[in-house]
């Protein structure tokens, strides 16, 4: 059973930059895709950003491409995301979720069985 667990949420003025950790446990495979989401209020929760832990590709939203960046570190046991040049449409509760091993590198919500508590990111104009 996967286990992961979130930090470094905060609040930020717009065109801050904060970095989001995920710490991932319990995997029974070598690599596995994971990926960040987010979830405003009063809004549908959506994929920002995804990777293949096994070789590094990654897939991003049109929203964030360009300001987030997603990474591992190289045990293969956190994944971060980058957020630079925040915007206030950015607020939201951060997820981490990762798949059994990878079918493929999306940001559908449903291909994602594991999740994490959450952490969240306050941007202020």
């Known amino acids: 059973q996967a286990h992961l667990v979130e930090s470094g949420g905060n609040s930020v003025q717009a065109g801050g930059s904060l970095r989001l950790s995920c710490v991932a446990s319990?995997?029974?495979?070598?690599?596995?895709?994971m990926a960040w989401f987010r979830q405003a209020p009063g809004k549908e929760r959506e994929g920002v950003a995804s990777?293949?832990?096994?070789?590094?590709?990654?897939y991003y939203a049109d929203s964030v491409k360009g300001r987030f960046t997603i990474s591992q570190d190289n045990y293969k046991i956190t994944v971060y995301l980058q957020m630079d040049n925040l915007k206030p449409e950015d607020t939201a509760m951060y997820y981490c979720?990762?798949?059994?091993?990878?079918?493929?590198?999306?940001?559908?919500?449903?291909?994602?069985?594991?999740w994490g508590q959450g952490t969240q990111v306050t941007v202020s104009s």
């Open positions: 319990g995997y029974s495979y070598s690599s596995y895709c």
């Open positions: 979720a990762s798949q059994n091993g990878c079918s493929g590198l999306t940001l559908e919500r449903n291909d994602y069985p594991y």
């Open positions: 990777i293949h832990t096994g070789v590094g590709s990654t």
